[in-house]
């Protein structure tokens, strides 16, 4: 906790589930709780979670130059987002190499709010804004409680008018239980969810009250850390334990580029002119790894950080590694070669408890076509 600076109002709420508050990106963020975390991989996947995500930074932006600062910084085309519309965007550097990750929320013809993990999403902003018309806020009151899970737009239903008609990436200003709050149909788990911003005064009785009168429907309380079970189905990356800041090159620097990482979509279409648009255009075709998944043979998850090898040479590294108790399956995200990045191309994984068999597979493995978290009604 010696590096935490920022802090959750639900902190005491987290320790009273088990948790010691583990740092991620300066905020003390509720990695443990005292129970298994399958249960909470289940509750999301068949009903609904709520969990505390304020640890990700929300920036404010406003000012005539705002619109131009993110065009700037980062690879979508502004003027297709409208205000109540957001969109799913990546930071480069000079090189072309991905520096951050981020969604984009248009809350007014001048004004936006960028939401970034703990990659220099900040900074990337700060050396946009240089010189022009715009404010920067970065805004640690408000709190950001994700409640995830095919349910959960049913116990919104309740309290939201217009909720179901809410389309996935799209936001609302609203109130939920007589408080000021943003909804936004986002989430990092695969599954049909919502995001309540909120003032950290509120943040609390928000918690209390979802899960008071949810919890009949199956609505629980769930760790961050559940998230990893999740992403791996759902290939959703986190920065930087996919990336080769965790994963470095033997005679490179850290930085991976969008092909790579299969995150090229999130450029939209001719755009120009954005931090590392040249390099990373030039960059196309020279993939030195691609991220991939892997299926193991078996229950065991492979350890993070495995080793991955194809006929006694090693050909990649699992980043991130569950083992489903819905689909009774064992799966990773693993950092592969190129030639190995083929659909049914035989692995070893090399667990610290011995050897596993596994097979090359595209990612995602659960919903590849997205109709869960786009359903409509």
């Known amino acids: ?40 991989y289940t509750a999301i996947r068949t009903k609904a979670g709520l969990m505390d ?3 990700l930074k929300k920036v404010h932006i406003t000012g005539p130059h705002a619109s131009h600062l993110i065009d700037l910084a980062t690879t979508r085309d502004v003027e297709k987002i409208y205000p109540g519309k ?61 409640l ?8 919104l239903a309740k309290h939201v008018p217009g909720i179901r008609d809410l389309n996935y990436f799209h936001h609302m200003q609203t109130q939920l239980f007589g408080f000021p709050v943003m909804i936004s149909r986002t989430g990092y788990t695969g599954e049909r969810g919502y995001e309540i911003f909120c003032r950290g005064q509120d943040a609390g009785t928000i918690w209390d009250r979802i899960l008071d ?64 648009a040249e390099e990373h255009y030039r960059l196309k075709g020279k993939e030195r790894f691609k991220i991939y998944g ?5 229950k065991e998850p492979a350890d993070e950080g495995a080793p991955v090898y194809r006929d006694g040479k090693k050909v990649g590294v699992v980043t991130c590694a569950m083992y489903s108790p819905l689909v009774k399956k064992s799966m990773g995200i693993a950092r592969l070669d190129v030639d190995c990045a083929v659909k049914d191309t035989k692995l070893e994984i ?13 990612l995602p493995f659960d919903d590849p076509k997205k109709t869960k978290r786009t359903a409509k009604g």
């Open 53 to 55: 995500v304020s640890g």
């Open 86 to 146: 957001s969109a799913y965007a990546c930071m480069l550097n000079e090189a072309g190499k991905f520096t951050d990750d981020c969604i984009l929320y248009r809350t007014g013809p001048n004004a936006w709010m960028v939401v970034h993990g703990s990659g220099t999403g900040h900074e990337e902003l700060q050396r946009a804004s240089v010189g022009r018309d715009v404010s920067l806020r970065f805004d640690d009151n408000l709190h950001d409680l994700s």
């Open 213 to 276: 009168e949810g919890k009949s429907a199956g609505i629980i309380p769930c760790r961050f850390t559940t998230l990893d079970m999740l992403r791996v189905e759902s290939y959703l990356l986190f920065y930087p334990y996919d990336n080769s800041q965790k994963y470095p090159f033997e005679n490179e620097g850290p930085g991976d580029t969008l092909w790579e990482l299969g995150l090229d979509f999130t450029v939209s279409p001719g755009k120009t002119g954005f931090r590392g």
């Open 350 to 362: 090399r667990n610290k408890s011995g050897s596993i068999k596994a097979t090359a597979q595209p």
């Open 148 to 155: 995830q899970g095919p349910t959960a737009v049913d116990y």
């Open 1 to 40: 906790m010696t590096a935490s600076w920022r802090f959750s109002t639900l902190a005491d709420r987290h320790r009273a589930l088990g948790s010691k508050l583990e740092d991620w990106s300066g905020m003390g963020t509720a990695w443990t709780y005292d129970k298994d975390a399958d249960e909470e």
């Open 294 to 298: 892997v299926l193991l043979d078996g």
